[in-house]
T-cell receptor
Framework: DAGVIQSPRHEVTEMGQEVTLRCKPI?????LFWYRQTMMRGLELLIY????????DSGMPEDRFSAKMPNASFSTLKIQPSEPRDSAVYFC???????????FGSGTRLTVV | AQTVTQSQPEMSVQEAETVTLSCTYD???????LFWYKQPPSRQMILVIR????KQQNATENRFSVNFQKAAKSFSLKISDSQLGDTAMYFC?????????????WGAGTKLIIKP
């Protein structure tokens, strides 16, 4: 398996633009997580899915953020409109058994200018 | 609510030395999992080692081992014969059992620098 695949690896966009981050979890993993990492706040859980259904989105900072999982092999995190304070590394992770923790993707470094 | 504390923001040791990173946690749960993740400069988060709370035996993975003290709620990571490639941020994390909650509770991390 190729692991959790995220794209793009880097994204630079102007304030006000829409940004879409993509994630392909490991096949067979029922849980998918979106995290944001910044120097100031560390790792923050934004939302997670179980069997494509959002379970907890309490970490989504505001209505500008939305996440979807249309099928077991694909998820998106969208920011519209983007703001400079959204600049961070966004990680996707998946899991099949909590005993083994999560497998993370390589992350997307988002810079909003 | 569970919390995880890593009291060492940064550590540095010479290559080949042994280093121990500390982690304490606060929970009223009896059954849970503990993890150490490594994040090198490449930024990929990599699972280093895991421990089930119901197991008394400390987990080991090659040069990595843990000292799990359940009563003290302590979960330290020992790296033996440290290598330059061990330079990374290390995060301790907690996950409780017993329900469908799959959330990891994270420490703030320890930056480990291995010097040549």
């Amino acid at each position: 398996d190729a692991g959790v695949i995220q794209s793009p690896r880097h994204e630079v966009t102007e304030m006000g633009q829409e940004v879409t981050l993509r994630c392909k979890p490991i096949s067979g993993h029922d849980y998918l997580f979106w995290y944001r990492q910044t120097m100031m706040r560390g790792l923050e859980l934004l939302i997670y899915f179980n069997n494509n259904v959002p379970i907890d989105d309490s970490g989504m900072p505001e209505d500008r953020f939305s996440a979807k999982m249309p099928n077991a092999s694909f998820s998106t995190l969208k920011i519209q409109p983007s703001e400079p304070r959204d600049s961070a590394v966004y990680f996707c992770a998946s899991s099949f058994d909590r005993a083994y923790g999560y497998t993370f993707g390589s992350g997307t470094r988002l810079t909003v200018v | 609510a569970q919390t995880v504390t890593q009291s060492q923001p940064e550590m540095s040791v010479q290559e080949a030395e042994t280093v121990t990173l500390s982690c304490t946690y606060d929970t009223s749960e009896n059954n849970y999992y503990l993890f150490w993740y490594k994040q090198p400069p490449s930024r990929q988060m990599i699972l280093v080692i895991r421990q089930e709370a119901y197991k008394q035996q400390n987990a080991t993975e090659n040069r990595f081992s843990v000292n799990f003290q359940k009563a003290a709620k302590s979960f330290s990571l020992k790296i033996s014969d440290s290598q330059l490639g061990d330079t990374a941020m290390y995060f301790c994390a907690f996950m409780k059992l017993g329900d469908s909650n799959y959330q990891l509770i994270w420490g703030a991390g320890t930056k480990l620098i291995i010097k040549p």
